[in-house]
């Protein structure tokens, strides 16, 4: 198992959580990167300080349905 040639190796396993979320620096930076046609933010608190980065994010109210495909 991999615990098996851990511990062989001399390696130690660490248990850490992570949240999953990214950091705002990073999704920047992404969107920079990747330069999407439309951006619409989601799962977040503060949808709105996506617009001081990117005037024309779509800010949706929750629960809103939209078609991305034709």
């Known amino acids: 198992t991999f615990v098996t040639q851990l511990d062989a190796a001399g390696g130690q396993l660490l248990r850490r959580h992570a949240s999953g979320h990214a950091h705002p620096d990073d999704l920047r930076r992404f969107v920079e990167e ?19 980065w990117w005037p024309e994010a779509a800010i949706l109210p929750d629960k809103s349905v939209i078609r991305i495909f034709r």
């Open 34 to 52: 990747t330069q999407p046609r439309s951006l619409i933010p989601v799962h977040t608190t503060s949808p709105e300080k996506w617009r001081r």
